[in-house]
């Protein structure tokens, strides 16, 4: 029996990282590409600007949303629309915090178990964040295609945006620690896209459904826009824009990489790892949309001027 070393027993995020039937050869799996650098070279280069922009956006957020909760709390406005955005924003946090740290081990320091903390990291993201998403997207739809149903339902939202959210976090660690210490030697490569192709098509119809119930004409016949609402089909078309452009780039990749006619190792450095820098973007972009809408950006002086 082939003894494997140290490197080749570890746990990566993806499967075909523990290659344990390696056809008798003494050569084991390079967790770190150093024979194929260019791959991480890509993700470094495209992962440094999201860490340096995402970081501070997605901490600026989630304390603009704590401080916008703790105002509902004591008697203002209610914000129960923030709940999912907040467990979002703590996705974004987490990704983006760990952006730079996994480029640097990947690419100089190589500790093991750094490693596998930052991958069960970036697994947690690539399921957690899809489904915080997928609720946004559920709870906006509902609010505009059955707005009495909604308004109905209205004492229960709290309740229910809390459940929800508990939901989403435990299948996300659930499946994270499946991902990095159960199923790590056996998954194939497209099973990895799950995330993906369950919540994709479901924030792809809600966007689009929410787009077609905006452009319809009020009861009184009139076919203008009304301005709220076109900041709604706006703030939609962008989001809509952005999740089939960030989701699309792994979905796609984990999706056709066992069609590709290379190894495993040629298909993890030069194919997977680039695609590791799409959920890195979104947890950049959407901060920072979200806190353009909220207006945070017009309290910011830059060079002496107010923005606006």
Known sequence: MLKLDHMTTMNPTFPQLNDTTMNHTEKHFDFYCLEFPVGPMILS???????????PASVWLLWTLI???????GGGSSKNNDI????????DVLSTTQLLPYTLNFNFWRNDLFKSVQDFI???NFMGRPLVMTCICCDCYMAVCYPIFYMRMKSSHYTLRLVTSAVAWAVAIGWATLTIFIFVAKMPDVL??????????????CDVAILRALRKPD????????????RALLTIAQSLVLTVLVFLPPLVMLGITPLIPLTKQERFCSVITPA??????????MPL????????????RWCGCRVE
Not at 45 to 55: Q, R
Not at 192 to 205: A, E, N, Q
Not at 278 to 283: D, I
Not at 289 to 297: A, D, I, K, R, T
């Open 45 to 55: 280069i495209l992962s440094s600007p999201c860490a340096l922009v995402g970081v």
């Open 67 to 73: 401080q916008r909760q703790r105002s509902s709390s």
């Open 84 to 91: 999912y955005m907040l467990h979002l924003s703590v996705f």
């Open 122 to 124: 970036l697994a947690l």
């Open 192 to 205: 990895l896209s799950i995330p993906y192709f369950l919540t994709l098509p479901v924030i792809v119809g």
């Open 219 to 230: 009861p009184s016949g009139k076919t203008a826009v009304h301005p709220q609402k076109q």
């Open 276 to 285: 590791l820098f799409a959920p890195g973007l979104a947890s950049m972009i």
């Open 289 to 300: 949309m979200h806190l353009h809408s909220l207006g945070s950006f017009r309290d910011l």
